[in-house]
C-alpha cells in the first residue's frame, strides 16, 4: 500500500519556468491538500480538493494553480516560477476536512 | 477562524530526561487537535490525536498529549527521551465539518547523548 505519491522528489527550475508536481493517493481518500514547508513557518496551505473535480484556495494561493481531474490524482501548478516559491512541497490526503491526514515525502523545489 | 501556537521553536534535551512541548489553539467551536512528527528529509505521520472522550491521549513511541479545553492547550509530553526522537514536532488543530487542518510553525527537539 503505497499510500500518498509525490513525484518529482527534487526539482531546479529557472525563474520564469513551469512545472507541474503530481500527487497520487491510494486510499480513496475524497480530500486532498498541497502544503508548502519553509523554515519557522510551519506548513501553510496552499489549496486543498474536497472531492473529484473540486478545488478551493487554502492560506497562500498566489503564483500555484491546482486540478483534481481524477480522485486520486491532485496536481499543483506552477506558472512562471519565482524565487520565493522555492520551498518543500507536500501533499495529503484524508477522508474528511477534520480527520488525520497522510502525508507524501515531500517534493524539494528551487528556484534560481 | 482557529489558529495554532507553538510555543517553543527549539527544545534541546539531554537523552532520557522528560520534555514537554507546548501547543496552545484558539477556535470558537469544538476542535480536533493533533500531534504530528517529521523526520529529517520525511513526511509527516501522526504521533496522536484528540477527537472527544478523555482528556489524556496516548500515542506512538511513548508520547501523550492533554487536552485542556479551559487552557485550550493541547502539550505533547514523553517522561524519558531518546536519540531518535530528534525530529521536527507540529501541532495541528481542525474542527467539527470545517474543510482543513490549520497547522502550528514547528517545535525542532533536539536529543542529545
Known amino acids: 500500500n503505497a499510500g500518498v505519491t509525490q513525484t518529482p522528489k527534487f526539482r531546479v527550475l529557472k525563474t520564469g519556468q513551469s512545472m507541474t508536481l503530481l500527487c497520487a493517493q491510494d486510499?480513496?481518500?475524497?480530500?486532498m491538500y498541497w502544503y508548502r514547508q519553509d523554515p519557522g513557518m510551519g506548513l501553510r496551505l496552499i489549496h486543498y480538493?474536497?472531492?473529484?473535480?473540486?478545488?478551493a484556495k487554502g492560506e497562500v494561493p498566489d503564483g500555484y494553480n491546482v486540478s483534481r481531474l481524477k480522485k486520486q490524482n491532485f496536481l499543483l501548478g506552477l506558472e512562471s516560477a519565482a524565487p520565493s516559491q522555492t520551498s518543500v512541497y507536500f501533499c495529503?490526503?484524508?477522508?474528511?476536512?477534520?480527520?488525520?491526514?497522510?502525508f507524501g515525502q515531500g517534493t524539494r523545489l528551487t528556484v534560481v | 477562524a482557529q489558529s495554532v501556537t507553538q510555543l517553543d521553536s527549539q527544545v534541546p534535551v539531554f537523552e532520557e530526561a522528560p520534555v514537554e512541548l507546548r501547543c496552545n489553539y484558539s477556535?470558537?467551536?469544538?476542535?480536533?487537535l493533533f500531534w504530528y512528527v517529521q523526520y529529517p528529509n520525511q513526511g509527516l505521520q501522526l504521533l496522536l490525536k484528540?477527537?472527544?472522550?478523555?482528556?489524556l491521549v496516548k500515542g506512538i513511541n511513548g508520547f501523550e498529549a492533554e487536552f485542556n479545553k479551559s487552557q485550550t492547550s493541547f502539550h505533547l509530553r514523553k517522561p524519558s527521551v531518546h536519540i531518535s526522537d530528534t525530529a521536527e514536532y507540529f501541532c495541528?488543530?481542525?474542527?467539527?465539518?470545517?474543510?482543513?487542518?490549520?497547522f502550528g510553525a514547528g517545535t525542532r527537539l533536539f536529543v542529545k547523548a
Open positions: 495529503a490526503s484524508s477522508t474528511s476536512g477534520f480527520t488525520e491526514a497522510f
Open positions: 486510499m480513496n481518500h475524497e480530500y
Open positions: 480538493s474536497v472531492g473529484e473535480g473540486t478545488t
Open positions: 477556535s470558537s467551536v469544538s476542535v480536533y
Open positions: 484528540y477527537l472527544s472522550g478523555s482528556t
Open positions: 495541528a488543530v481542525s474542527v467539527t465539518g470545517g474543510f482543513k487542518t490549520i
